[in-house]
């Protein structure tokens, strides 16, 4: 996570219309599953494609945020945007540090969505956050966290991409999931972590799976729809 600063100064993302027809699938899940009566908090809230509807619907999210450009966009936008603080609603951090930023048992709902969880690859941190998460929780709260099939055409399409431009970079690629791995730690490493990786860890930190859902977002030009997988977990009374 620390280390994603580099990665998007070499690498530039735009929106796209798959990444549209998905924000608002998760938007929709979210508002079914996600309640009002407490502050919500999305953890990697990038440019807030997810965070600035659900404000719209009344909803009190805050966005956690390390990458400074996206920061300086979600600030942007949400100063456009009457129902939300960006001075508490914005928090430009790593979720590293979760367990300093925000109170405990505070909140009503965490989540993680569009593919975030991939960018926290180290199994360590992984179980940190998790902890972090169910500590912020109020009882009953929720964790909402999705990942991609990865048996997908286009997500191992994402794999191959990245290995080749760390190939052509002469750094070492990891086999299976991960994006790159570069020995000098200057490029980001991403990890797919699987449903059993996810439940394991939400389990220990004191979190139950509570509803499994299946998003099949449309790629077009004749693709099979692109499988996303959400899991909602909720802290344990």
Same mark, same amino acid.
């Given at each position: 996570v620390d280390k994603a600063e580099d990665f998007y100064k070499r690498y530039e993302f735009? +929106?796209?219309k798959i990444n +549209?027809?998905?924000n608002a699938a998760c938007v929709a899940f979210l508002k079914q599953q996600v309640g009002r009566e407490a502050p919500v908090l999305e953890l990697g809230a990038g440019q807030g494609?997810?965070?600035l509807p659900l404000a719209r619907e009344g909803f009190?999210?805050?966005g956690m945020e390390v990458v400074q450009k996206h920061v300086e966009a979600l600030r942007e936008a949400a100063q456009k945007e009457p129902a939300v603080d960006v001075e508490e &609603?914005?928090?430009e951090d790593s979720w590293h540090?979760?367990?300093t930023r925000v109170e405990d048992k505070t909140l009503g709902a965490v989540y993680m969505v569009g593919g975030t969880m991939m960018f926290e690859?180290? &199994?360590f941190f992984r179980a940190k956050l998790l902890r972090d998460v169910a500590a912020k929780l109020q009882e009953g709260g929720k964790f909402i966290v999705d990942f991609q099939d990865p048996s997908h055409a286009v997500t191992k399409t994402k794999i191959d991409y990245y290995n080749r431009e760390m190939k052509a970079l002469g750094h070492t690629v990891t086999p299976g999931d991960a994006f790159h791995k570069?020995?000098?730690g200057k490029y980001l490493i991403a990890h797919y972590p699987t449903k059993e990786e996810l439940v394991e860890l939400a389990t220990r930190a004191g979190l139950v799976l509570e509803t499994e859902n299946r998003v099949d977002v449309p790629l077009g030009g004749g693709q099979e729809p692109l499988g996303v997988f959400q899991l909602v977990f909720v802290k344990e009374v």
């Open positions: 735009k +929106e796209n +549209e027809v998905y494609a997810i965070m009190d999210v805050r &609603g914005v928090i540090h979760l367990d690859n180290h &199994g570069s020995p000098d």
